[in-house]
């Protein structure tokens, strides 16, 4: 037994060593005292890097410190270590651990060895100290190590965790950087002082994020232009007490000058006393797109209002709702009266007068005016073909009397580009818009130039222009026109207003199959089913394509479920056209004012976002939740990056092997994909396969992966490994729609026998066009490839098909292997599976294995072929090859 003194110096060392824990130097300082303190002759730190391998932080031997190395832990002591408390071995450990280089090297007889576990006692590596001779460890000595690796364990726990935690800073950093538009965090102060702002604030406001943190040179409240400053003050505080997100759209006033409309998306974030810590937010200019807005409400307010088709009073109405909307004090349209000269009918015409077919001042109608435009404003709009004059412009224009100060007007021409008119508002001070008064002037110039040339029909404008010529139902215009309608009396008289996105599914394939004109007998049906189920109030349109829409006002929520149903049920019926009947499924999204969106933009765009969402599921219904529009944000980047990863060839193929149970045998493997992105880590293949399969990728990928499969057999023969049995690969639905697939499949694995490969396929994905899946799988068969239906049990194949297909082996999905202990429904469906394959003359294996106890009740039920974690998880080629080589001489060796 140690004395009283050594013990205390000894804690009292380890004490000092392990109190300069974060330093750079602190796991050397560790070894070496450590190495003194207990007088061994080597100590090694290290700590794990996969569940088979470890790395040295330091090591310390024969009185020096060693280069740090990685080595596997099978066929060491170290093995033995993870997992418990201590794991000593007093002498002859080289004896014990032949396989152990390090050992030898080092030239250690005894081994004492400690886990390294994290404050959550997962493991983080080992401590190991070593003689040269046999050793003894005194209880304090045992007590040391205990203390020594609790604390490192601690250490490098704490060091990853902070790694981890700068990672994630990092990221998160540069990506709200990147991001258009300005992510914040502030208090909740008068001046809303700005504690993070991310560098989109540049391009926003034109001052740096430093000038705007902590208010260092701009406060952010002084850059919202005056008028808006009370009603954002007022509505973020509305939220706030309601503990409510805010969604703000207002007016910014950049360094420099100008204006930028925003929106404003954030909340407050509270602390455990519900006193407001912060708020956090993005804003994004949105000018271009409220502006837009504008002009298309203001354009389709004044459409809505000219009730007059014809003649003066469709000049008159456009003009009164033109002035009142652009807020100007008068206006008029004038037609350009044109005359060749009377004395040589060569020379060009020449305008001779100007006049008025509607002329409004203060709202009021005044009667029509001629006048020559020599000297008036006409005369310069007329040359420069738009012309806008924002100061006091002092002049008297025939008709009116006042003065005007500013105007904007507009030329009309004819389908030729010839100037037949003049359109023009006026205001008596300064314009209050100009840009915005232009582009609604240019739109709605071009209604006045059409009626002005020929005083066309606008019975028939109004038909050409918003009626769909297929259905008879209103068109996209004509249906935007009626939203934005809907939606400002939804907001008036505070209904809801619902909106629903129909679409045919796998309406192309009828239009490839049976012709267009097929085809818009069908749209035509549909439309007409849609018409009669319709409520007056409703709208319905024909967006394009397959595509129909229904506004639904007033609608409760929970009326919406028995709607759709009505509405698929009553499209589902089987339509007659030539002789011919079919059955049309359709998708079906919705979203609703005001819950999923408020301006009709939005909604429309909400609705978009839930009918992308319902194709990709069966029942093909879905209702928007703002979740999806980030699972579409996230399905858009993950599909590039993917696309990227196929490009530089960063994907990879792990093997998980298929066992025969009564001997253990190596019977063959799968092939399956996995992805490890630079940025987001390992993608789950439940997550990017279906995407690539959405996405148009999954036949590039397929045939990735055969002439990967074909490469990596072709290595392992020329390493000498051959893999028994045959390699399986799975075929998704949209590679199996190719009907030239098997000739595909043939010359990419031109350079392997056939008998080394299996073909999966999914019992849904050859359902959907059975006669082809027939015929491709019998020419595969015939080439020698082995097939096996995949998922079996999961999909509605019927065993007149099953007979057909030239598969060799029916797969037991997982989903019936997992409760199999303890389902008995799902033992009777493995029974069923069993003997059906044994009927048709068909194998059987089953997926999914992950313990003794499955295994044994599935060999018992006559399925003696398996594959699943009990025998081993899917791993790279190198590692597989390495597994499956070991388990084949333990097997010899326990076989002698």
């Known amino acids: 037994m140690p004395s009283d003194n050594k013990a205390e110096s000894a804690f009292h060392q380890l004490a000092e060593s392990l109190a300069h824990s974060g330093g750079v130097d602190f796991y050397g300082r560790f070894v070496q005292r450590l190495a003194a303190i207990l007088e061994v002759d080597h100590v090694v730190l290290a700590r794990l890097v996969s569940s088979d391998e470890v790395q040295t932080l330091a090591v310390w031997s024969a009185g020096a410190l060693a280069d740090n190395i990685s080595y596997p832990l099978a066929g060491t002591p170290c093995e033995t270590v993870i997992g418990q408390q201590t794991c000593i071995y007093p002498s002859d450990v080289q004896t014990l651990f032949p396989q152990d280089a390090l050992l030898n090297e080092l030239g250690a007889q005894s081994y004492l060895g400690l886990p390294l576990q994290d404050a959550t006692g997962a493991s983080q590596g080992i401590l190991a100290v070593m003689k040269n001779t046999p050793m003894q460890f005194a209880r304090f000595e045992e007590e040391v190590l205990r203390i020594a690796a609790l604390q490192v364990g601690a250490e490098i726990g704490r060091l990853q965790a902070e790694l981890v935690a700068k990672e994630s800073e990092r990221r998160l950093q540069t990506l709200l950087n990147h991001l258009p538009g300005m992510a914040y965090r502030c208090l909740n102060d008068a001046a809303w002082t700005m504690l993070i702002v991310s560098d989109g604030v540049t391009a926003l406001t034109g001052y740096r994020a430093d000038q705007l943190r902590n208010n260092s040179a701009q406060t952010f409240i002084d850059l919202i232009h005056s008028d808006d400053r009370q ?19 207002y007016r910014l006033l950049p360094l420099g000058g100008g204006m930028r409309w925003v929106q404003e998306n954030g909340q407050a974030v509270f602390d455990d006393k519900d006193e407001v810590l912060y708020l956090e937010g993005f804003i ?11 002009v298309q409400d203001a354009v389709i307010q004044i459409a809505s209002t000219v009730t007059s088709r014809l003649g003066d009073d469709y000049f008159n109405q456009l003009l009164s709702s033109l002035t009142k909307i652009l807020g100007a004090d008068a206006g008029f349209i004038a037609q350009l009266d044109t005359l060749s000269t009377e004395h040589d009918l060569l020379q060009e015409p020449t305008v001779q007068m100007i006049r008025t077919v509607s002329l409004i001042s203060q709202g009021q109608p005044l009667v029509n005016v001629s006048f020559d435009p020599v000297g008036t404003f006409c005369e310069i709009i007329i040359d420069e073909q738009e012309c806008t004059v924002n100061q006091d412009a002092s002049v008297m224009m025939p008709g009116f009397t006042q003065e005007a100060g500013s105007w904007i007007g507009r030329r009309l021409d004819n389908a030729l580009g010839e100037p037949i008119g003049v359109i023009m508002v006026m205001y008596h001070g300064a314009l209050p818009a100009s840009t915005f008064g232009t582009s609604v002037l240019r739109i709605l110039s071009t209604g006045a130039a059409a009626e002005l040339e020929r005083r066309r029909d606008h019975q028939r404008m109004h038909q050409l222009a918003y009626i769909d010529s297929t259905t008879g139902l209103p068109n996209r215009a004509n249906f935007m026109e009626n939203l934005t309608r809907l939606r400002r009396d939804a907001e008036r008289d505070q209904h809801t207003l619902v909106l629903l996105l129909l679409d045919i599914r796998r309406f192309k394939e009828i239009n490839d199959t049976h012709g267009h004109p097929i085809g818009d007998q069908l749209l035509s049906a549909v439309a007409g089913r849609l018409r009669r189920a319709a409520n007056p109030q409703e709208v319905m349109a024909r967006l394009s394509g397959d595509e129909f829409a229904v506004l639904i006002p007033g609608m409760q929520t929970s009326e919406l479920g028995t709607l759709i149903q009505k509405l698929r049920e009553l499209i589902n019926k089987p339509v007659k056209v030539d002789h011919r009947s079919f059955s049309l499924e359709v998708s079906v999204g919705s979203a609703t004012y005001p819950q999923d969106a408020v301006t009709p933009g939005e909604l429309f765009q909400a609705a ?24 579409l944000m996230r399905d858009q980047q993950m599909a590039e990056r993917l696309t990227k990863a196929l490009d530089r060839g960063e994907l990879l193929l792990y093997y998980q092997p298929q066992v025969d149970l009564p001997s253990g045998r190596l019977i063959g493997a799968e092939a399956l994909c996995r992805w490890h992105d630079d940025e987001w880590g390992w993608v789950s293949p439940a997550e990017f396969i279906p995407l690539a399969e959405r996405r148009g990728l999954i036949r590039r990928l397929g045939t990735w992966v055969l002439s990967e499969v074909a490469r990596q057999l072709l290595a392992w023969r020329q390493l000498g490994f051959t893999l028994p049995g045959r390699l399986s690969i ?64 999961t999909g509605y194949s019927s065993l007149s098909y099953l007979r057909r297909f030239s598969a060799d082996t029916l797969k037991i999905d997982i989903s019936f292997v997992r409760d199999i202990l303890t389902s008995h429904h799902d033992q009777v469906i493995v029974q069923t599976i069993i003997a059906m394959a044994d009927a048709l003359g068909m194998g059987t294996i089953a997926e999914g294995v992950e313990t003794q106890g499955q295994a044994e009740l599935l060999a018992s039920m006559g399925c003696h072929q398996v594959q699943g974690y009990l025998h081993g998880r899917p791993l790279p080629a190198g590692a597989f090859t390495e597994a499956w080589e070991a388990h084949m001489r333990s097997s010899r060796v326990e076989g002698h």
Do not use: C, W
């Open 284 to 294: 994004t200019d949105i000018t271009e797109q409220y502006e837009a807005q504008r």
């Open 231 to 249: 009603r954002v003050f007022d509505g973020i505080q509305a939220a706030v007490e309601s503990k409510a997100s805010f969604s703000l759209i």
């Open 608 to 631: 978009s976002i839930a009918l992308y969402h319902a194709k990709q599921k069966e029942e093909a219904i879905s209702l928007y939740d703002p979740a999806m529009t980030q699972a």
């Open 730 to 793: 799975n075929i998704s639905a949209q590679q199996f729609a190719d009907p030239d697939l098997a000739s595909h499949i043939t010359s990419l694995l031109a350079t392997v026998p056939p008998s080394a490969i299996g073909l999966e396929l999914t019992e849904s994905d050859f359902m959907r066009d059975p006669e082809q899946a027939i015929g491709i799988t019998q020419t595969l068969h015939n080439s020698g490839f082995s097939l096996s239906i995949d998922d079996f049990g």
